[in-house]
C-alpha cells in the first residue's frame, strides 16, 4: 500500500467517526519533513481541504507528512489554543538540528 493510500484510508475513516460522534475538528499539519507540502506546516485544515492536498493524482511517493484531528469549537477555534504553536516550535526545532547536526546522539 502506498503512502498515499494509507493517508487517504486514515482520512476516510477519521471523516466517519467525525460525522458519527458529531464532533468538531480540524487537520493539523505536520509536514516539516516533506519538501512538497512544508508550507503547511502547524496550519489547521478542513477535511474538504486536506482532501485537495491528499486525493490529488500529482501526490508525491516520497511525501513524509503526517496529519492529526484537533478538536475545534463551532467556530472552528481549537479548543486547545497551546498545541499548534507548540508543534510549529517542535517541529522547527527538530527539523533545524537535524539538519545542521544530524542524528547523531
Wanted: overall charge neutral; glycine content about 4%; proline content about 2%.
Amino acid at each position: 500500500m502506498s503512502v498515499q493510500e494509507s493517508l487517504i484510508r486514515k482520512i476516510e475513516q477519521e471523516e466517519a467517526d467525525v460525522k458519527r460522534l458529531g464532533i468538531n475538528v480540524r487537520y493539523l499539519c505536520f509536514c516539516s519533513a516533506c519538501k512538497h507540502h512544508n508550507y503547511l506546516l502547524g496550519k489547521l485544515l478542513t477535511i474538504e481541504e486536506i482532501k485537495v492536498v491528499y486525493f490529488s493524482s500529482e501526490f508525491p511517493d516520497d511525501c513524509r507528512c503526517a496529519i492529526s484531528q484537533i478538536l475545534v469549537d463551532t467556530h472552528g477555534n481549537r479548543i486547545h489554543a497551546g498545541i499548534v504553536d507548540k508543534v510549529k516550535n517542535t517541529t522547527l526545532k527538530n527539523s533545524i538540528s537535524e539538519k545542521f547536526i544530524g542524528n547523531n546522539p
